[in-house]
């Protein structure tokens, strides 16, 4: 089969992307591994999560959200949304096809790509002049190495598992990892009664929806070093000085280091005012498990029943994009800085890749779709 465009990934990227090129009338497939669209949203996050950015840094390209949908949207009104996108712009993803293998053949000066079929268990070829990555920044849970895991006596999950704290009633819980995913968490899970404990290892920045809300219009208007310096006074206002709770700010600003480095600032749903309360108790770095009890660093040791891994995610592109250095660098990052990150040699693009969530996947998705269009036009005007 021979396409203008393959787009790996149905997520929010490939739908976005997909939508800009049939603006474009330019014709393009999407194979997805697993059975649905936005899976992220559907299968791999909690009940009570919402959109941490207001809606109006959540859209995806030609399409607003209705009036009556509330400022930071929930995950399920945002599936909604995606539904609507879906049907608007008529999209049918392939599904069940997880891209095992891309090679750009330079004589021929198009994609070959390799595809398992996961319902046949066939592979299945398929031939492009364009292909973009649009598998994901999260693609894999990431669970560290840590000593004695393996005989960890109850259950082990990673974020991307976790539904509700409903499921842990009673039970004594130990959360790694203090990004949004974990503080979150923690706070789910001591709302439904677990005996909640949080590995906080590294200094981040706590601040609420509402102080993001006004840092990222102010970022209109503003140099970023300003916006910070307001951001962080509001926090500092509303939280006080945390550190005697275990919870230390980094050096540089919150929007400083989401830009320099991608590394969010935590948007607390609560979980401070739990940890102030002594309802969620903080823990150091783990040095080893044995059977279900658990040492920290500062020679503590405790039993759990339960242990769940917020400890981030990994990309997994480089797997299966075997010319990855055509875009990717050994990181899994674009090599290009933003705002050139889109944009590969041979007829490659990524979107969703630049750590700026949705807001990012949606200026990605734009500039891949109006290259597009100029390079096909001009080897159109070529051929003519
Ligand atoms: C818990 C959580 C909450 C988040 N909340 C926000 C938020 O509020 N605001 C925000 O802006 N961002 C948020 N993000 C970031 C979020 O990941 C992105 O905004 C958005 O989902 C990115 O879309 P994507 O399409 O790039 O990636 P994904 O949504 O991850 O989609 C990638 C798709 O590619 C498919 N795929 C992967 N590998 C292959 C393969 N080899 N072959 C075929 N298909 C493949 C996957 O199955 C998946 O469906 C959140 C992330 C997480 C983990
Ligand atoms: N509602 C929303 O909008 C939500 C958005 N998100 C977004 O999704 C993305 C992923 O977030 P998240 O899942 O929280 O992952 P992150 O990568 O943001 O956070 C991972 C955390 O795990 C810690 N960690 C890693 N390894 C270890 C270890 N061995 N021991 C102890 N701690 C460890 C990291 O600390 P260290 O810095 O020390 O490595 C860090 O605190 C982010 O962009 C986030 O903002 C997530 C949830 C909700
Ligand atoms: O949820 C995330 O981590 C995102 O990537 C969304 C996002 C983009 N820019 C930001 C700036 C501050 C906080 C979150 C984000």
Redesign the pocket.
């Known amino acids: 089969m021979e396409e203008v465009v393959v787009i ?9 992307t997909f939508a800009c090129l049939k603006q474009l009338n330019i014709p393009s497939i999407i ?4 059975d ?6 559907k299968k ?3 009940d009570r ?5 207001a809606k109006q ?2 859209s995806l390209p030609h399409m607003p959200y209705p009036p009556n949908t509330p400022t930071f ?1 929930p995950r399920v009104e ?1 599936i909604k949304y995606i539904d609507c996108y879906v049907e608007k712009f008529d999209i049918n993803p392939k599904y069940n ?4 293998s891309s090679i750009y053949d330079n004589q021929a000066k198009k994609w070959n790509i390799e ?1 398992r079929n996961l319902v046949t268990g066939r592979v299945e070829h398929f031939v492009a002049k364009f292909l973009v990555v ?6 894999k849970g990431y669970i560290p190495k840590i000593t004695g895991l393996e005989g960890f006596g109850g259950d082990i999950l990673h ?2 598992e976790f539904k509700s704290g409903k499921e842990f009633v009673g039970k004594k819980v130990l959360v790694i990892g203090c990004g ?2 974990g503080m979150e968490i923690s706070y789910d899970l001591s709302n439904h009664g677990a005996s909640t404990c949080i590995v906080i290892r590294s200094p981040f920045h706590i601040v609420n929806k509402e102080i993001i809300w006004l840092g990222m219009n102010l970022l209109s208007y503003l140099p970023l070093w300003l916006v910070d310096y307001i951001t962080l006074s509001l926090a500092r206002l509303t939280y006080g000085n945390l550190t005697k709770y275990g919870l230390h700010r980094p050096a540089g600003g919150p929007f400083e280091l989401k830009v320099k480095l991608g590394r969010s600032p935590v948007i607390d749903v609560g979980t401070v005012e739990r940890i102030k309360q002594g309802k969620i108790k903080v823990c150091p770095e783990i040095t080893k498990i044995e059977k279900s009890n658990v040492e920290f660093n500062n020679g503590e040791v405790q039993q759990f029943d339960a242990l769940v891994f917020a400890t981030g ?1 990994q990309s ?2 480089n ?2 994009l075997k010319d990855y250095d055509f875009i990717l660098g050994k990181d899994e990052m674009p090599k290009n800085k933003f705002p050139s990150h889109w944009k590969g040699t041979n007829a490659v693009y990524c ?3 630049s750590q ?6 949606s200026f990605d998705a734009q500039k891949v779709a109006d290259d597009k269009i100029a390079l096909i036009l001009k080897s159109n005007k070529r051929k003519n």
């Open positions: 790996v990934g149905a997520g929010p990227s490939g739908l976005a194979l997805e591994r697993e649905c669209y936005a899976s992220l949203w791999r996050a909690y999560l919402k959109l941490h950015l840094f959540c949207v945002f096809r997880s891209v095992e595809v649009a598998t994901g920044e999260n693609n974020s991307s949004n995913s995610y997994t592109a797997e299966w979107t969703g890749l700026r969530g949705l807001a990012g996947v």
